[in-house]
């Protein structure tokens, strides 16, 4: 069972202003690629438009319905997303998946802000919610390249 303590270690000034300030919020006119995911265990869900341009994201935005934890994964994808491409993203969405369920190592640059998500290792019910928009991401890429 978390403590106080754990939940205040959880929900960090850093996490609440990541979560505050996400990039690229809202829809595109004409995106590549549209997905929306949703976690069923809490209930959060992210929609992402982007476009794509000889196979990396030259434009990008996000609708972000989730936990502060979860939103503070999408503001950290967002700062870095415009110019990858999709083994990029998948590589830094299996990396933060290994952090939070295997006690892996924080993923690698640009996505080694993630690291503030550290603590929620303990918290396997959110998860979900902070692997999201990096899932709708993954995923939106792997669209554009069927509709190529």
């Known amino acids: 069972m978390a403590s106080d303590l754990d939940l205040v270690k959880l929900y960090s000034g850093r996490i609440l202003a990541l979560a505050a300030d996400i990039p690229h919020l809202g ?22 438009d982007l476009i794509v341009n000889d196979g990396r994201i030259v ?6 319905k989730a936990c ?6 999408a503001a950290v994808l967002g700062r870095h997303v415009i110019g990858r491409n999709r083994q990029e993203i998948e590589t830094a969405r299996d990396q933060l998946r290994a952090m939070l369920q295997a006690d892996g190592p924080v993923p690698s640059a640009p996505f080694d ?15 979900a919610s902070i692997l999201l928009a990096f899932d709708a991401t993954a995923a939106a890429l792997v669209q554009a390249e069927e509709a190529a």
């Open 59 to 64: 434009d990008f935005a996000q609708d972000v």
């Open 68 to 73: 502060a934890l979860g939103q503070a994964s």
């Open 27 to 48: 829809k595109l006119d004409s995106p590549t690629a549209t997905v929306r995911k949703r976690s069923p265990l809490c209930g959060s869900t992210v929609s992402v």
């Open 113 to 127: 802000d993630l690291e503030v998500l550290l603590p929620a290792r303990d918290f396997s019910n959110r998860h």
